[in-house]
C-alpha cells in the first residue's frame, strides 16, 4: 500500500505542476509577445529574448508569428533597397505587419518612383559579354553569363531577390537568388547586373541561384 500510496503521490505532483505550467503560459498572451518582439527590435536587442520569444511565437501564435516574420522582412528590404511603398507591400505581408512598417516609417505611403527599364532591352554588347536578361528564359538548363538592368528586388527571411530587366510580378524578368545571405548592401536601381551559372526556371521565371554575393558584378 504505501508503493501505491507514493505512486499515486508523484503522478499528482506531476500533474499539479503540468497544470500551473499552463497556467504560466496562459497568463501570457500573443498580442503581448508580439509587442514585446517589436518592441525589442525597435531598440535594437535583436538577439537573445527576442529568439526566444519569435519561437513561442512560432509555437504558439501562428497568426502573430506571420505578423512579425512580415514586420522583419520589410525591415530588411528598407536596408537592401530603400524606401518602400506601403501599397507595394499589400498582399506580401500581413496588413498588420505593414502598420507597424508605417510606424517605424519603413514604408511610405508617398508614391515611390520606379525605375523604368529601357522600352528596348539591350541585345548586345553585354559588359563583358554574354547574354541579356530577356534570352535567358530561352536558355534553361545551360551555363551562361547574364546580364540586364536592376528593376527590383525584394527579400524573404534571408533570401534576397534581385529582378532584371522587369519587376516582380512580371513573369517574364530575369531573377537572381542569393541563398542565405541576409541582406545586401543597397544597389542603385538601373544599375547593370550580370551573374554567370546554370540557369534553372521557376515558375516560368529565369533564374540563377547562388550562395555567394561576390559573384554579382554590378555596373554603373
Given amino acids: 500500500m ?31 509577445v508580439l509587442e514585446s518582439v517589436v518592441a525589442l527590435e525597435r531598440a535594437g536587442r535583436t538577439s537573445g529574448a527576442i529568439d526566444e520569444q519569435i519561437q513561442w511565437l512560432s509555437d504558439n501564435c501562428k497568426t502573430e508569428f506571420g505578423i512579425a516574420t512580415g514586420y522583419f522582412s520589410g525591415k530588411s528590404g528598407v536596408s537592401q533597397f530603400g524606401a518602400q511603398s506601403c501599397a507595394d507591400l499589400e498582399g506580401r505581408i500581413p496588413a498588420e505587419s505593414i502598420t ?65 530587366g ?25 544599375s547593370m547586373i550580370c551573374i554567370e551559372g546554370p540557369i534553372t526556371s521557376y515558375q516560368g521565371v529565369a533564374q540563377i541561384e547562388i550562395y555567394d554575393p561576390s559573384r554579382i558584378e554590378i555596373y554603373s
Avoid: M
Avoid at 522587369?166 to 538601373?190: K, M, T
Fill in 2 to 32: 504505501a508503493i501505491v500510496a507514493v505512486v499515486i503521490g508523484v503522478a499528482v505532483a506531476q500533474r499539479e505542476a503540468n497544470t500551473a505550467s499552463q497556467r504560466s503560459a496562459e497568463t501570457v498572451s500573443c498580442d503581448e
Fill in 166 to 190: 522587369l519587376d516582380y510580378p512580371d513573369p517574364d524578368r530575369f531573377q537572381i537568388v542569393v541563398w542565405d545571405i541576409g541582406s545586401l548592401e543597397s544597389i542603385g536601381g538601373g
Fill in 100 to 164: 507597424l512598417l508605417r510606424e517605424d516609417a519603413a514604408c511610405t505611403d508617398t508614391p515611390v518612383p520606379a525605375w523604368s527599364p529601357p522600352a528596348t532591352p539591350v541585345t548586345t554588347a553585354q559588359p563583358g559579354g554574354g547574354i541579356p536578361w530577356n534570352e535567358a528564359k530561352n536558355h534553361v538548363g545551360s551555363t551562361q553569363r547574364v546580364c540586364g538592368p536592376l528593376a527590383g528586388g525584394g527579400n524573404s527571411d534571408d533570401d534576397v531577390f534581385l529582378n532584371l
